[in-house]
């Protein structure tokens, strides 16, 4: 019993963890560069390309391990190091992620030459966690929806996302 509420508790920090992951966690370290951008709509626009690029590409990779562009070409710093931390885990724990994670909706929140900040609203209700054996040991009280706060600097080559945090407003 007590190997059940270990593993109860092990699928319940992942899960936790697959929202933060989703968006991320990190501190900047990649150099701002002046965007360029005509206005705030366009530097949102950006923003909300690069978060449904890595969106997109992490739901990719769950099928298929080799997929391009990875997911971590979109992260930067200690967002990197947390994705990498969390796929090991996860692995010494016998357990995968199935099943993609869908953007509702983003809105701009705020915008400075070198950064932005977009809220997004997440559904996760088809993202499941399965051990091993295919079973899935997906909590049934984790919700399906979650809205995050996303922060991705404009930095050369590209924009990368440096941060995301758990909103506080439903979606």
């Given at each position: 019993m007590a190997r059940r509420t270990a593993r109860g508790a092990m699928v319940g920090a992942v899960v936790l963890t697959l929202a933060l992951v989703t968006a991320c966690t990190p501190d900047p370290e990649p150099t701002p560069t002046p965007t360029g951008f005509a206005s705030e709509e366009e530097a949102f626009a950006a923003a909300e390309a690069t978060y449904r690029a890595y969106v997109d590409a992490?739901?990719?990779?769950?099928?298929?391990?080799?997929?391009?562009?990875?997911?971590?070409?979109?992260?930067?710093?200690?967002?990197?190091?947390?994705?990498?931390?969390?796929?090991?885990?996860?692995?010494?724990?016998?357990?995968?992620?199935?099943?993609?994670?869908?953007?509702?909706?983003?809105?701009?929140?705020?915008?400075?030459?070198?950064?932005?900040?977009?809220?997004?609203?997440?559904?996760?209700?088809?993202?499941?966690?399965?051990?091993?054996?295919?079973?899935?040991?997906?909590?049934?009280d984790r919700p399906n929806r979650a809205s995050l706060i996303i922060e991705v600097v404009f930095a050369a080559p590209a924009p990368l996302i440096v941060q995301s945090n758990v909103g506080d407003q439903e979606c």
């Open positions: 992490l739901n990719r990779s769950r099928t298929d391990a080799s997929a391009v562009p990875p997911p971590e070409s979109f992260l930067s710093g200690d967002a990197l190091t947390q994705s990498i931390e969390v796929d090991q885990q996860l692995a010494d724990a016998g357990l995968q992620l199935v099943g993609p994670a869908v953007v509702i909706g983003i809105q701009g929140i705020e915008w400075r030459a070198e950064s932005a900040s977009i809220g997004a609203c997440m559904d996760y209700t088809e993202a499941r966690v399965v051990d091993s054996a295919g079973t899935d040991v997906t909590p049934a």
